[in-house]
């Protein structure tokens, strides 16, 4: 029992440091302790049960150990995180533990790579329960020297790379021959060497835009969703008014515009007007984009959404947007695609007020399903909202309707000081790669800053820092591989899974019949 609690604790440690500001290079033989577990066990029923709980528990203590300061916002948050993450990670550890007892390694490895693959992609892309913030791949947003081929496989292929180290060095600790050991030096040294030569070999397009990010550095408990919107407005016209005229593109963060505006009359909003006169006399050539609560009226007869508010006879949408002020766009809003599950997506449910608080509204918010792009001269920005940020495949949209910049705009105040603001960032620098567009992120309260397409840091305002920053960034044409053909080996992953699992079936009976050793 000691061993194996050995074994856990050191697989939580190795799997946990990349959430943590660490590298995140022991992935690579993080999962070797449950594997050397699950040699340990026979294939008897009790057996099984005994390996299904030491990994439940590597599991949980994973989450404990990464996803804890959700905990700041919402009690529940990170109980349902790690109930839904355990789940999801449990199937291939498992499967792999079953049919490694009854096939040989060669059937027992594709089954727990293609497994763990398909169900990253298949929690990354369930719409009411997902929270993808354990993808394996995700675990290097502190090593973008290591992983900037995520241009043609997104954090996928960080998934890939992991499982991959994994089954390579445990089969070196097992056999301890040469083969065995070059093998396992090729499957982890040559990613990085490949990463290195890409690195070295990107050029700049040569095109260059100013753009300046605002952070207002605002409570969210005491001042933004309680405090005064016209102090808060207030705020931010000082903060805008630091903005250099030269400044192509100014950013505000998620909600950042107090006020409420109409969906179907943007342009009419008092505050909205008042902006764009004073944007319009001060920065001509300046387009704003900031956050702002919409809400939408459907008139009787129009066409509705399948989940749309009613109070009494009105039935209307509240939506997380981002406005473009000062713009060539004729469109003007952005209403966020990606949900948090448990505020935004979610039925309203007013007691859960009591445990959830992140974003100032519970209840099932609107959400579009296109990605709208914001132009202003030679600029096409993709104003991506929090979430979206962490869905490589939704950000890409983006990339596809045209933007030649990205823009993240979010509200990380909620989670206080703690490792979730900083990871979220972090995960810009993945998104940065996987697009090869420059990020300009603004943050209520840290992180604000930009990040080049190769994901390296210019500037960035750290928690409860109030300011603005302002830098030329990289614009580019071209898409990538991964914005063009997106998650292809998660896609890929769940075909090989069934392939596997029906070779498997087939091998047993084989066997059974005595056809096969």
């Not at 998620?254 to 943007?266: G, L, S």
């Not at 060539?328 to 997506?345: I, T």
Request: with cysteine; glycine share 8%.
């Amino acid at each position: 029992m000691r061993r194996n609690l050995l074994c856990v604790l050191g697989s939580v440690v190795l799997l946990s440091v990349g959430w943590l500001g660490l590298s995140g290079v022991p992935l690579l033989v993080a999962l070797i302790p449950l594997l050397y577990m699950s040699e340990q066990y026979s294939d008897s029923k009790k057996d099984w049960w005994r390996m299904a709980g030491w990994s439940l528990l590597c599991i949980v203590l994973w989450n404990v150990a990464t996803v804890w300061w959700i905990w700041n916002s919402t009690p529940i948050g990170p109980v349902a995180a790690t109930f839904f993450t355990t789940f999801w990670t449990i199937i291939p550890v498992m499967l792999y533990h079953y049919v490694s007892k009854r096939a040989s390694r060669s059937v027992a490895y594709p089954v727990l790579i293609s497994a763990w693959l398909a169900c990253e992609h298949l929690y990354t892309h369930m719409e009411v329960v997902s929270f993808p913030w354990l993808s394996l791949g995700n675990g290097f947003s502190g090593d973008v020297w290591a992983v900037q081929w995520y241009e043609y496989t997104g954090v996928g292929g960080g998934t890939l790379w992991v499982l991959l180290a994994n089954v390579a060095v445990f089969e070196y600790l097992r056999r301890r021959t040469k083969w065995s050991q070059l093998r396992a030096a090729i499957v982890v040294v040559v990613p990085m060497v490949v990463s290195i030569i890409i690195g070295w070999n990107y050029q700049s397009s040569g095109s260059e835009v100013q753009v300046s990010v605002v952070q207002p550095n605002v409570d969210c408990y005491e001042e933004k969703f309680a405090g005064s919107e016209p102090e808060q407005m207030a705020n931010i016209l000082e903060l805008l008014g630091q903005v250099p005229a030269s400044s192509r593109v100014a950013v505000l963060p998620e909600t950042a515009i107090p006020y409420q505006v109409d969906d179907k009359a943007v342009a009419e909003s008092p505050t909205i007007i008042a902006l764009g006169e004073m944007f319009a006399q001060e920065h001509p050539e300046t387009m704003l984009v900031g956050g702002v609560f919409s809400v939408r009226v459907y008139e009787e007869g129009e066409p509705r959404p399948e989940i749309v508010r009613q109070q009494d006879s009105l039935y209307y949408n509240n939506f997380n947007s981002a406005v473009a002020i000062n713009s060539d766009s004729e469109q003007m809003l952005h209403h966020k695609m990606r949900l948090v599950v448990g505020v935004e997506a979610m039925p309203q449910l007013p007691l859960l007020d009591n445990f959830v608080d992140l974003g100032g509204v519970t209840g099932q918010l609107g959400r579009n399903d296109k990605a709208t792009v914001f132009r202003k001269g030679e600029v096409v920005a993709g104003p991506a909202i929090c979430y979206e940020g962490m869905y490589g495949e939704e950000y890409a949209r983006f990339v596809t309707e045209g933007a030649n910049l990205m823009l993240v705009l979010s509200n990380d105040g909620w989670w206080g000081d703690t490792p979730g603001h900083k990871r979220l960032f972090d995960f810009c620098r993945l998104r940065a790669i996987e697009t090869r567009r420059s990020v300009a992120r603004s943050a209520n309260t840290g992180v604000s800053g930009f990040i080049t397409p190769t994901g390296e840091v210019l500037q960035r305002l750290d928690w409860d820092e109030r300011g603005v920053l302002t830098q030329k960034v990289e614009l580019r044409q071209e898409q990538t591989f991964y914005v063009r053909y997106g998650d292809w080996i998660g896609r890929t992953a769940m075909i090989l899974t069934v392939l596997c699992l029906l070779y498997y079936s087939a091998y047993r009976v084989r066997r059974k019949n005595h056809l096969v050793e």
